[in-house]
């Protein structure tokens, strides 16, 4: 359930404009516009509204300095409850370009700032798994980030006790876009130590080791806020590990897609071959 915690208490017109909105809501009015200058308590009376409709929440602010505003305002008034921040994670991006009198392609060139990955992934698996969930963006949040069906489906779920082999583990875990290191520490890895395989999810907010006995987990450790102050340790009876990345596919989604390509590649060679355009053909 949301809950507001604040020793503020709605004043002046916040109380008629908290019932107005909550009964509009309420009544499936999707339009709604509330008016007040800047300190007025806007966001205080949306924090109150939202503890009333009890639905998930996305709030979209023009740009990233004013959403991690309001983040942070939404945090501290919703302390146990999942408040998120998904912005662009893009520090630079240049989109590929072809040049055609010089014949130079450039090809696409971007950073992420992985801080921001973190944070993108924490929000959607929270919202596949609570409804308890504000969401505080940028517009970039109206950008497809692919199927929120496949990224749910290629989730790997571990019980205590599962037979599994650790080369069948280690199959899952790539399936879902890990990448075996065992030197570095990094969200969207995973380590093998002998007979302790180490997870470190998308979030970056766990560590997840399974502890494996012949062909049988026997043990799986959930280590919160790693390598911080805060950090906890327990054991779990199951576990659900989502994907590294959200371009996911199935596989046999790829498999027919790729089959498409080919002939479609044969298709259009053999067009451009006849219209004398060798290098077009070969590239």
């Not at 498409?260 to 290098?279: A, D, P, S, T, Y």
Request: net charge positive; proline share 5%; glycine share 4%.
């Amino acid at each position: 359930m949301f809950k507001v915690k604040t020793n503020l208490k709605p004043k002046g017109d916040q109380p008629k404009a908290i019932a107005q909105l909550t009964k509009n809501l309420k009544a499936g009015v999707k339009h709604q516009v509330l008016l007040g200058v800047t300190g007025s308590g806007k966001t205080a009376t949306m924090a109150w509204t939202i503890e009333k409709v009890q639905k998930p929440t996305l709030v979209i602010s023009p740009n990233k300095t004013l959403a991690a505003q309001l983040y942070q305002e939404f945090k501290e008034f919703f302390p146990d409850n999942a408040v998120h921040y998904f912005v662009s994670y893009y520090d630079y991006y240049q989109p590929e370009a072809y040049i055609p009198q010089t014949d130079t392609y450039i090809q696409k060139d971007a950073k992420i700032n992985q801080t921001i990955d973190r944070l993108r992934h924490a929000a959607v698996q929270d919202l596949l798994q609570r409804n308890d969930v504000i969401i505080v963006a940028s517009v970039s949040c109206i950008y497809n980030i692919g199927s929120p069906e496949d990224y749910a489906n290629i989730s790997i779920e571990i019980k205590k006790e599962q037979d599994i082999k650790r080369r069948e583990l280690f199959e899952l875990l790539a399936s879902a876009q890990y990448e075996r290191n065992d030197y570095e520490v990094n969200p969207g890895i995973f380590k093998v130590r002998g007979e302790v395989v180490e997870v470190y999810p998308a979030t970056g907010r766990q560590i997840i080791r399974f502890y494996i006995a012949g062909n049988k987990i026997e043990e799986i450790e959930i280590v919160e806020n790693p390598f911080t102050k805060n950090e906890k340790t327990y054991y779990v009876e199951k576990i659900k590990i989502f994907p590294a990345k959200f371009w996911v596919t199935p596989q046999d989604r790829i498999k027919i897609a790729v089959e498409n390509i080919k002939l479609e590649l044969k298709e259009r060679v053999k067009e451009l071959k006849k219209q004398g355009k060798f290098l077009e053909a070969e590239r």
